[in-house]
């Protein structure tokens, strides 16, 4: 079964403006993490932002942030300000405990910024 | 969170062929693991290299093809062996450390991207 669900192939958004990539998750461990990584052409792995399935408050990092919903088991991924240099593909991750730390990924989501 | 470094960043191999790719890590880390990313597709974990013994595979990677080293804290290798067009992929591998908040994070090294005709 797909632990991770990105059910956005592509996305464009226009420069300056705000992008909303979904993600949703599937697991039966009570202690768990969802990450986000960026990956541009170059083909390099960029960790963004993490959360814990027992942080209180979503996760932020400057024009990132995480719109985490534990009941629906969603981890969306906030954009604000699109930059040109933010298009590449974006992969959600969950590590489950049980995992030791292995990540399973999402398919990706590729954002293409118009300006 | 720990710089990894992995060479080569890109090949172009011939059938038949093997070819090793080396990942070195600026500070130990008890954790390193390989993943492949084939042309299109997410990442999918090869194996957890484990210093001092053998490497832990995932279902559908066997050592034969994919064997491993990890001879100390800061170093591996993955050896793709006897490459066919189908491992034309990016092999990346990563590391567990610390972000600014203390969470457990995989950094990744730039990837080796390997072309085989």
């Known amino acids: 079964a797909q632990k991770i669900t990105q059910t956005q192939p592509g996305m464009f958004v226009q420069e300056k403006e705000a992008v909303t990539l979904d993600c949703t998750y599937d697991?039966?461990?009570?202690?768990?993490?969802l990450f986000w990584y960026k990956q541009p052409s170059s083909g390099e792995m960029i960790f963004l932002i993490y959360?814990?399935?027992?942080?209180?408050q979503n996760a932020t990092e400057g024009r990132y942030s995480l719109n985490f919903q534990k009941a629906r088991k969603s981890a969306n991924l906030v954009i604000s300000a699109s930059q040109l240099g933010d298009s590449a593909m974006y992969f959600c991750?969950?590590?489950?405990?049980?995992?030791?730390?292995?990540?399973?990924f999402g398919a990706g989501t590729t954002v293409t910024v118009r300006a | 969170s720990a710089v990894i470094s992995q060479k080569p960043s890109r090949d172009i191999c011939q059938r038949g062929t093997s070819l090793t790719i080396q990942c070195q890590v600026d500070?130990?880390?008890?954790?390193m693991f390989w993943y492949r990313q084939q042309p299109g597709q997410s990442l999918t974990l090869i194996a957890t290299?484990?210093?001092?013994?053998?490497?832990?595979?995932e279902s559908g990677f066997v050592i034969d093809k994919f064997p491993i080293s990890r001879p100390n804290l800061t170093f591996s290798t993955l050896t793709v062996s006897n490459m066919s067009p189908e491992d034309s992929s990016i092999y990346l591998c990563?590391?567990?450390?610390?972000?600014?908040?203390?969470?457990?994070?995989?950094?990744f090294g730039a990837g080796s991207r390997l072309t085989v005709l």
């Open positions: 990563s590391a567990l450390g610390q972000d600014h908040s203390g969470a457990n994070v995989l950094t």
């Open positions: 697991t039966s461990d009570p202690s768990y993490g």
């Open positions: 959360q814990g399935s027992y942080d209180q």
């Open positions: 991750a969950m590590r489950e405990t049980v995992n030791d730390y292995k990540l399973s």
């Open positions: 500070s130990q880390v008890t954790m």
């Open positions: 290299a484990n210093q001092g013994s053998e490497a832990t595979y």
